[in-house]
Nanobody, 121 residues
């Protein structure tokens, strides 16, 4: 089984920065993609940024130029550097990891419990 744990959320003023971390652990053979999603009250969960094992990235248009996703494959960890934060970035941020589970010999698709990001003055 593969577990995912997020950290780094909090309260920040508009224009400020936060860095989220996502650590995957368990019977991991390979992680193909790691991604950050967010869900604001009353809204559906939406993809914010994604990174492949090879380092290819994809971003939601609203965060391009402000957010940067990265990963450390050796540590099975992904990061989301968020700069120039806006009130509309307020949401619960979830990490997702997909790959191959070594013990179950099957694909895994694991979610963290989420971390709250609040942008407010």
């Amino acid at each position: 089984q593969v577990q995912v744990v997020e950290s780094g959320g909090g309260l920040v003023q508009p224009g400020g920065s936060l860095r989220l971390s996502c650590a995957a652990s368990g019977s991991i053979f390979r992680i193909n993609t790691m991604a950050w999603y967010r869900q604001a009250p009353g809204n559906q969960r939406e993809l914010v940024a994604l990174i492949t094992s090879g380092g290819t990235t994809n971003y939601q248009d609203s965060v391009k130029g402000r957010f940067t996703i990265s990963r450390d494959n050796a540590k099975n960890t992904a990061y989301l550097q968020m700069n120039s934060l806006k009130p509309e970035d307020t949401a619960v941020y979830y990490c997702n990891a997909k790959g191959w589970d070594a013990s179950r010999r099957s694909n895994f698709n694991s979610w963290g419990q989420g971390t709250q990001v609040t942008v407010s003055s």
